[in-house]
């Protein structure tokens, strides 16, 4: 795993300009989430998980398929395919992530936001638009 810098209280693993495997990022991610999970108190009233992590990078030409999501959605025999395809733990339907494609990883503890599925989706809009202003000069909406 890459080493991340802590922006702003956010843990920051900033590879946007390399091409990183899904299979490895998926992996970060999951270590990521294993090693806060002693912190969060899933069993007691503590909760000592106060910081977030954003992982950026690109991927190379890869598929996802979400947990509920069918393959005739991919218009191509997933077996013959040049380009990878991987189920993983989301929802949604299939994603195809490539080269030149910003993909940002967002891993927070909930327990500190709105339990309102349409707001968190919003929050994460504006989060994403506000990283790459400032960023990346990028005017996003």
Known sequence: M???????GCELFDLHQQIVPLVDSWGWQKSIV???????GIDTDTDED????????QHPPVYTLG?????KYLNFNIEDSPIESHRIDRAGEVTYHGPGQLVLYPILNLR??????????RSLETVVNRALQSAFSIKAS
């Open 112 to 121: 500190y936001q709105k339990k309102d599925l349409n707001w968190y989706q």
């Open 2 to 8: 890459p080493l991340a810098s802590v922006v702003g």
């Open 34 to 40: 294993e090693r806060r999970k002693p912190l969060v």
């Open 67 to 71: 947990n509920g999501s069918s393959e």
């Open 50 to 57: 106060h910081s977030d992590t954003l992982i950026a990078l």
